[in-house]
């Protein structure tokens, strides 16, 4: 069933994405590709469709039509075994989304031991250890629901992160915090991309976009209207629409 | 400090409300001597003791209206504390303990009366051969000759309500996981087929069960399985013995709430957050996984007041059955109306125990789901105060008081 991919060819490829909420078109025809490694983040105003083309990279959003490449395999073909490529794609929400009726450490362990991926010494030492790279091994036994925002975050990020994926995604991951704990979570973000962890992140953080992407895409209105590398994108974009959204963050 | 000793402090501390507040006690005490004594009054033979103690409230009343005059007359400042000699500390102290005798005088009349009253008031009813014609005396009697059948229907409709709603919440689980599935994209035609089919059982079901009255439903339960079993060559006794009224009911209450139930269980998983869903997918579990690891322990939990209610509701809807001739309180009390002929004081008594019944449990019902809605987290350090051990769950508020119960019929 798995082909096997060109190392040397991108991750995740987008083809043609089109997805439509009722009449409105909210991703028109969209192409982009994400290769090993590398740290994407997609701008835009909101209601542009950033978060939509997040979600339906791992299939939380069905497309109309197009095509998501990931390992050989069409996420977005019709009947695909959505659970088995979902293990390889961590996500990370603006809400956080802890299991609440868990602890920290079931909220990491939940994943791995019921995919069988690993024994549950295994799965807590995994957890542990990830635990302890965000900085919250102390919590392991805490409700999830007694941790602040930042704490949860964080949790949220250890727990895709315990299922070793190839490929991570963040859908506003700081939007929901206070200003003074928007760091804590990026700080861990910082670390995972310079480990070389391959990343999709949809943010308003666009000093972070800056300094941690390889790659920026703005999106306007469904569609993909710039894309390159961060230097070009905040110093001198092509488009006006662009250079409007950009002044309004770049002026602070 | 209680409320109580709050009260008293009040009271003893300052001795006009003595006066004002004794004298009240004192007038109840004077009604409760004009009333007739019963056969086992014991102030019977101790007439002057009770004229004693008739004065001795009456005399009280008067001291106190003179005292109230006397502070009527001298309200300005201070002038009632100087002039009066109610006000003066040996008399103060007179009337404090004068206070507790009318008190004692009071409560002893009380006892006299109404407790003595109404023991006097079984007692003969109890000896009598025929139904007394005073409200109480007929209660007393007609539950003196039939609380053996009595207790046995209370018990039948303990037994009814406490099984029904047991099975019909294991049915409720099962039906609600058949209602609550969506076809997911790795499912094959097979699985699309049948969860499609289960989805709609359920709807089904649920729609025809509750839109239905229950007296209706058991009626036709019973009669189709007796129907079936006599078709199948059995003699009436013979059916007597598996499929008895009882049998039929606890079907039919059982399959009747499961549809209520599966309703409340849908409510308390639908409330649960979407994220939470979408966080146990995006890892890679399967829609069934989420569900059992994720979700459902959590709509369980929003769902347990109104789970719980459905114990009070199935306890006082279980007197429909009677209709089919379950042996259950409302049967039973039908039948003692039929000798007795006495339907008020009979239907009374009926209200009455199921209003103990639901009382009693809506109020085990209140101490189990607040046991349930605290759950112990051992916890073994933490840096900053956030983390506390154990978590209440938002619906800690699991009082089921009685007007709150929803659906007064089906």
Redesign the interface.
Known sequence: MSAPINAAGPLIRVENLRKSFGSHLVLRDIDFAVNRGEVVTIIGASGSGKSTLLRCMNLLETPDSGHIWFHGEDLAADRVNINRLRERIGMVFQSFNLFNNKNVLDNCTLAPITLKKMGRDEAEAEARRNLEAVGLLEFVNAPATSLSGGQKQRVAIARALCMKPDLMLFDEPTSALDPEIVGEVLNVMHDLAAEGMTMVVVTHEMAFAKSVSDKVVFMDQGVITEQGGPQEMFTSPRLPRTREFLSRYLED | MTRLSKLTSFIVDDHRYVLLGTSVVAAIGVWFSMQRRSPMSFLRGAYAVEVAMYWLLVAWLAVSAVALVWKLTHWEGDAYERTSPFARPAARTAERLCSYAVCAVTAALVVDRAAMGFLSVVSQSLAQDKNPSDFLGSIVYMLDKSYGIIGRGVLTTVGLSVFGTLIAFVLAILLVFLRIQTI?????DAVRFLKAAGCGFAKVYSTVVRGTPMMVQGMLIYFAGFGLLRNSGMSVTEIGMVWSTFVAGLVTISLNSTAYMMEVLRGGIEAV?L??T?????????QW?AMI??VF??GI?NAIPALSNELVVNIKDSSVLSVIGVFDLMFVTKTVVGIYFKQVELYVVAALCYLCLTMAASWLLGRFARRLSV?P???????DG???V??VSSMSSTELSLDAQRKGGR
């Open positions: 997911d994209r790795s499912d094959n957050d994220g939470q979408e966080a146990a997918r995006s890892l890679g579990l399967s996984q690891k994720v322990p959590q939990k759950e987290a051992p916890l073994l350090s933490t840096s956030t983390a506390t154990g978590t």
